[in-house]
């Protein structure tokens, strides 16, 4: 009987440490089990004498999904992390010169774009619309509410139907000709499809609700960094009175004999913790591919199912700690690249190295005077990559290649100003997170049906469900914490 209530988290990802925290609230006894020995999965830090660097999510949209669970529990947001806004909310530069700054509201960006592509402005109007109507279809009907029949009794019938007539069977890039014409605007927009690691020319054009979303709800940091997210959800979770336990690898899930239930979670070490209920915030797909769901009758199955599927893209990251300032970069930045069709041909089609990659650099000490020493600046550099089924072979000097890249792209920039660095790719991913192959979201969404079927929050087993960026609904802070909450229901 001692394991009857027991719940067991596999994964402190955000995802699994949302999770914990609504099991916790629903009052089951909770055990949440890492194989590393810090938190936050991809959402992690590193540090050099002052130089402070956050390793996945750079920014937070929907700050009220945050709000909301904190409410949940019966806490203040405010009480645990200081949100800051960042405005503008990025700095874009195109390879033919111009510089944008866009603002963190559909309001200044109307304003931003009437100055520097003027007669865009009514397309604009139209596209904010346009995602307006995406997004009261999808945050009821596909991000906060699980992928069953049900729920589409929760959509407000009008608004539905609103929504529905937006859902037009076409592709991102190919909608936004319908509202703009000026390629800067078209390649700008167009970056939202790698928020989920899909190729614009290729992903539904539902994903435009993305570019609403951030206009609409705002880019925000969090004061001494995005990790300061991980913590605070670690200690809500121990006021809670949720077990952790870092540095614990899971063996394998174990299930009833006939297969339909799940009775217990075997750590690597020998032990055996008998449960009712698993959230597994691993990878889905390498959960269900895997060692750790190898026990289960229909284990072959699974992996014959899901193991073909599509991956989505992968990226390449250069955290370095810069001895100067430079006032041209802000807190967050991305030089586009030339080609951006041959950049995406690059991950998706022959896929490389990209050699000539559209590059952002994160640099929050621009708003946050925690990240990092006085004259200096911490840099999140991020190229967008192939995953490992794609190209595997990463060259040792490709470090070195994107310094070079960044001095021809940063005005005073020189290696010489580079007081420590370290590079980490798919590879990485794939070793310390179990990624599969190597790719940031699980399974891409370069269709229409890929990109509405992803893995189910609610598992194939009694008792088992998956929470984190490769489930439902998807990658970046809102939607894992909504994965968890999910999950954990």
Known sequence: MAGNNRAVVIGGGLGGLSAA???AIAGHRVTLVEQND????????????????????SLVTMPFVLRELFQKAGRRLEDYLDLMPVKPACRYYFAD???????????????????TFPGEEAGFDRFMAYGKRLWEVSGPAFLFNPMEASTLFKINPFKGLAGLAALKPETLQASLKRFFKDPHLLQLFSRYATYNGSDPARCPATFNVIAYVEMAFGSWHIRGGIYRLVLALAKLADELGVEIRTDSPVEAVDFSSDGKAVTGVALSRGMTLPVRRVVINADAVTALCGPLMARHPKAARWRETWAPREVSGSGYVLLLAVGKRFPELLCHNIFFCE??????????????????????????????????????????????????DRFSGWPADYPGFLVKR?????????????????????????DNYAAWQGSIYGPASNS??????RVRNRGPVKGLSFAGGSA???????????SGRLAAQ
């Not at 963190?104 to 100055?115: H, K, N």
């Not at 990209?354 to 650099?361: A, E, F, K, N, S």
């Not at 640099?363 to 911490?378: F, R, S």
């Not at 960044?406 to 794939?430: E, I, K, Y």
């Open 406 to 430: 960044l001095q021809a792209l940063v005005p005073g920039f020189s290696h010489a100003d580079v007081q420590w660095s370290t590079p980490f790719g798919p590879p990485f991913l794939r």
């Open 38 to 57: 810090t938190l936050g999965g991809k959402a992690n830090h590193r540090q050099w004498e002052g130089y402070q660097f956050d390793t996945g999510p």
């Open 97 to 115: 010169g111009v510089c944008f700054d866009a603002p963190g509201s559909v309001e200044g960006m109307r304003e931003a774009i009437a100055q």
């Open 339 to 388: 080609n951006y069709e041959r950049e995406f041909r690059e991950i998706f089609g022959d896929a490389r190295p990209l050699g000539d990659p559209t590059v952002y650099i994160s640099v929050p000490c621009k708003i946050d005077d925690t990240q990092a020493p006085a004259g200096g600046e911490a840099w999140f550099v991020l190229v967008n990559a192939p995953s490992l």
């Open 472 to 482: 439902h609904p998807g990658g970046g802070i809102p939607l894992v914490l909504t």
């Open 21 to 23: 925290i609504h099991l």
């Open 448 to 453: 229409t049906k890929a990109a509405f079927f």
